[in-house]
């Protein structure tokens, strides 16, 4: 999804945001507050998470102890929480093409720079685990190092200085709707590329709002673009998701004419965090019958207002019967495009067919034709919850 209207102004650097933009620590956030909480007696129901999006550390505190009740300071919540945090750094996953970005900047000469709400020590230590991240940075700029931290323009603009960047020349990418204020209050160009889902209306003051950072185009910026992708396909490092085959929706069949198999949620929800909603592709198999060409949906449909993002993939073969119960294991190799809404059900379908020829023509492709023979599609299939 792309909104606003971009202006034709070329930029000459890029500020980026660390944590929802960036990284996933959304989840390792939400499971620490959620031990420590039952600990004091309380129950995380999750509804806080979206509240302490773009907040800095003392912040994010005072919503907590305010919404729980808790007879403690925000910086008795901040010292107690913060060991812990800090031995959790090592299992933050970068979020979609994160790591893709910053190497292409990197390579490509674009200075960047980090400009977080979180402290010093704290971004230092959760790059420190991305390889390559540190060294792509000219400046890193930490919450406890400005006066004010976002909506405040006061990083950004610190950043733009240290850059020696007039502020007008910086591209920002931000994932919270603080940050996108910080940005535009100092006069920068802004891409939003949303942490809070089905909430666009939010985002409004952004340049551009994109769906994950795969669908970034630097170019429009006057930035150098990205030269990988193949044939209407943007290749992926594998990922694997498994487990039987569940009754949808029932729409695929009956509305689309589009058979899906259908996988359950529930052992996924930290893949589904990781990975943005859009149209994936790559290999199925079934553990009676075999391997197949497969294209994927995930999110949440925004024609059918799902209110759960889901996983619905296509096997590409036409079956006698149906299969539900049987073990499906994919190998997700490649993605096409994001998530979108139709005016039709019509012009839906359409677009899933456009997606499978996409995918069946990729599919033949080296680069992809390989990963049939993946490892995880070999092994046999056993019910249990096999993702790597």
Not at 183 to 201: D, E, F, I, N
Request: glycine share 8%; net charge negative; hydrophobic share 40%.
């Amino acid at each position: 999804m792309s909104v606003g209207n971009p202006s034709k102004e070329l930029v000459s650097c890029v500020i980026l945001d660390l944590d929802g933009t960036l990284l996933n620590t959304d989840g390792i956030v939400s499971d620490v507050l959620k031990v420590y909480l039952v600990n004091h007696g309380r129950q995380w129901d999750g509804r806080e998470a979206q509240k302490i999006v773009g907040k800095t550390l003392s912040e994010a505190a005072v919503v907590i102890i305010d919404d729980y009740g808790l007879s403690i300071s925000a910086d008795e919540l901040i010292s107690e929480i913060t060991p812990i945090l800090s031995d959790k750094w090592c299992n933050i996953k970068a979020l979609s093409g994160a790591s893709r970005l910053i190497k292409h900047f990197r390579v490509e000469g674009v200075q960047m720079a980090l400009a977080s709400n979180s402290p010093r020590a704290n971004i230092e230590s959760k790059i420190s685990y991305q390889s390559g991240w540190k060294e792509s940075f000219s400046v890193i700029i930490g919450g406890d190092e400005v006066t004010a931290g976002k909506p405040s323009p006061e990083m950004f603009l610190g950043a733009a200085r240290k850059l020696n960047i007039d502020p007008s020349k910086c591209l920002v990418i931000e994932d919270s709707p603080t940050g996108v204020m910080a940005a535009k209050a100092a006069r920068m160009k802004v891409v939003a590329v949303p942490s809070l889902q089905k909430q666009s209306h939010l985002y409004t003051a952004a340049d551009e709002v994109f769906n994950s950072l795969l669908d970034l185009q630097p170019e429009k910026w006057g930035l150098p673009p990205f030269q990988d992708w193949i044939e209407c396909t943007l290749p992926l490092e594998p990922w694997y998701i498994g487990g039987p085959v569940i009754k949808g929706f029932g729409r695929g069949s009956k509305i689309l004419g589009i058979p899906t198999a259908n996988i359950s949620t529930k052992k996924y929800s930290a893949v589904l965090s990781e990975h943005p909603s859009g149209v994936y592709f790559g290999w199925a198999k079934l553990s009676e019958r075999g391997i197949y060409k497969m294209v994927m949906s995930i999110g949440w449909n925004p024609y059918f207002s799902n209110t759960e993002k889901a996983i619905e993939p296509w096997l590409l073969h036409d079956f006698d019967e149906d299969f539900y119960g049987e073990e499906l294991h994919l190998a997700i190799v490649g993605y096409i495009r994001p998530e979108a809404n139709f005016s039709s059900v019509e012009s839906l379908v359409e677009k899933i067919h456009q997606d499978r020829r996409i995918a069946e023509a990729a599919l033949e492709l080296p680069l992809y034709v390989k990963y049939k023979d993946d490892k995880y599609l070999r092994k046999p299939l056993n019910g249990e919850n096999n993702h790597l």
